[in-house]
C-alpha cells in the first residue's frame, strides 16, 4: 500500500510559478512510474505529465508542455512538479498517481495509488 500526499498548491496570478510535491509512504515509488492529473470544476480529470521510474522517460500534455516540469528524487521517495507561466485555465485540483508499471501512461486507469489533490487557482 502506498500513501501519496501532495503539497505546494496556492493561489497565484497570471505569469506565475508553483511547485507542487507529493511524498510517498508505505513503500518505495522507486520502481514504478508516477504521473501528475487535474481536475477543473465541472471538468473530467485530465492527464498532465507523467515519469518513468528512472526519471529519464518523461511525457506531458500538449497544454502544459515548455511550462510545467516532472522531476522525481528516489532516494526521498517523492515526485515534483514545477509549473511556469501559469494561466487561468491551470487552475484546478492536482492529484499525484502511482502507477502500477515502471513507465507510467496518460491515461488515470494505469495508476494504482492516488493522493487527495491539492488545489492551484491561477487569477488573470
Known amino acids: 500500500q502506498v500513501q501519496l500526499v501532495e503539497s505546494g498548491g496556492g493561489s497565484v496570478q497570471a505569469g506565475g510559478s508553483l511547485r507542487l510535491s507529493c511524498a510517498a509512504s508505505?513503500?518505495?515509488?522507486?520502481?514504478?512510474?508516477m504521473g501528475w492529473f487535474r481536475q477543473a470544476p465541472g471538468k473530467e480529470r485530465e492527464f498532465v505529465s507523467t515519469?518513468?521510474?528512472?526519471?529519464?522517460?518523461?511525457h506531458y500534455a500538449d497544454s502544459v508542455k515548455g511550462r510545467f516540469t516532472i522531476s522525481r528524487d528516489n532516494a526521498k521517495n517523492t515526485v515534483s512538479l514545477q509549473m511556469n507561466s501559469l494561466k487561468p485555465e491551470d487552475t484546478a485540483v492536482y492529484y499525484c498517481?502511482?502507477?502500477?508499471?515502471?513507465?507510467?501512461?496518460?491515461?488515470?486507469?494505469?495508476?494504482?495509488?492516488w493522493g487527495q489533490g491539492t488545489q492551484v487557482a491561477v487569477s488573470s
Open positions: 498517481a502511482a502507477a502500477n508499471q515502471a513507465r507510467g501512461t496518460s491515461g488515470p486507469n494505469d495508476y494504482q495509488y
Open positions: 508505505g513503500r518505495t515509488i522507486s520502481n514504478v512510474g
Open positions: 515519469i518513468s521510474r528512472s526519471g529519464v522517460f518523461t
